[in-house]
């Protein structure tokens, strides 16, 4: 016992003595509404693909993504962003089968779309990474190089079709200059002042994409470094925020999320419009490899992982645990 008198008068641990205490006084609160769930679709597959480096990740068939997207408006989250994996057959330099109102993820945004309505918001991944057959983000010009300004082009294509394949909102991730704007005009052309443009405004060089390259059967040699951000740089994603911003961004996003909360919550500070953050297929796979070790406790992980995502500025969380998590904190 202590011998000076009332020492200590403040004792913050007051307000942790009970579940129900702790609850009461938390400054951040996670809810279903705050996830979204990339999905991934792939086609000519009749039963779902189990991805390897992500367990409890699969590609899914058209039927199960559909159920996929059932289940997620059930569980009360915001949104499902889908990636389309084509037949292998069917890549090509310029990625045609993303702009095919044929292709894998027109087909499946109309599947989606027609199961869920407007209970969900059906979301689209706009880039041309999983369509071609160099697996870059654009288009290659003569020197093997990304064309930022040919890239533009199809990418303007690429929301055109995807707006009337029934997304709601579009998110290019292949990080070109100017896409966004372009993007803007592209949808406002044909009449859909309606769909949002969530922009990939931050998006690192990281190789924590790496399950995301098998989850999407992606061609890659090389790297993106000359297009994704180097993760040394602060002000480089301060100035895209800017840029994004002019050319009409509805929503922003940070990608990946836990390597980068501090640049999360410098973006989250200087936007005016809500922000996002992805976390990515590593992050998934880092906690899962632990919890399958035995060495932390895997629902206590993804919750306090997502906590802290939330906690440094993010309206809403892509995660690839987003009905799990919304499931549990509606318990």
């Known amino acids: 016992m202590s011998t000076y008198g009332s020492f200590p008068g403040t004792r913050p641990r007051r307000l942790r003595t009970t579940p129900v205490m ?17 999905a991934f679709v792939r086609e000519g597959i009749t039963e779902p693909v189990p991805i390897g480096a992500m367990p409890g990740v699969v590609q899914h068939t058209r039927d199960t993504l559909k159920k996929a997207a059932a ?8 949104g499902i962003m889908l990636f389309g994996v084509p037949e292998e057959g069917k890549k090509d330099a310029a990625g045609t089968a993303g702009t095919d109102p044929d292709g894998i993820l027109q087909v499946a945004l109309r599947d989606v779309r027609a199961e869920v309505g407007d209970e969900l918001l059906v979301m689209s991944d706009l880039c041309l990474d999983e369509f071609t057959d160099h697996g870059h983000c654009g288009v290659l010009d003569t ?10 082009e199809r990418y303007a294509e690429m929301a055109q079709v995807q707006a009337d394949a029934g997304a709601h909102v579009v998110g ?6 100017g896409q966004v704007g372009v993007i803007r005009d592209a949808l406002d052309q044909i009449g859909r002042e309606d769909v949002a443009v969530l922009a990939y405004t931050v998006k690192y060089a990281s190789a924590f994409f790496g ?18 951000q180097d993760a040394a740089n602060v002000g480089d994603a301060l100035r895209e925020l800017a840029l994004d911003l002019a050319e009409g961004a509805d929503m922003v996003m940070v990608k990946p999320a836990g390597p980068y909360l501090d640049i999360l919550a410098r973006v989250a500070d200087a936007s005016d419009v809500p922000v996002a953050a992805y976390q990515i297929s590593g992050e998934y796979a880092m906690i899962e490899a632990a919890a399958e070790k035995g060495w932390i406790n895997r629902e206590q992980a993804i919750l306090e992982s997502l906590t802290g995502i939330k906690r440094a500025g993010a309206r809403n969380i892509l995660t690839y ?5 919304a499931r549990d904190l509606i318990r």
Do not use: C
């Open 22 to 38: 702790r609850r009461m006084v938390a400054e951040t609160r996670l809810h279903p509404a705050d996830l979204i769930l990339p």
């Open 71 to 78: 289940e997620a408006v059930e569980a009360g989250i915001s």
């Open 143 to 152: 020197e093997g190089r990304v064309d930022n300004d040919a890239t533009l």
């Open 172 to 177: 290019p991730s292949g990080m070109m200059d």
């Open 211 to 228: 399950p995301f390259r098998e989850a999407v059967g992606s061609s890659l040699k090389g790297d993106r470094k000359t297009y994704q």
């Open 321 to 325: 645990w987003a009905v799990e998590a």
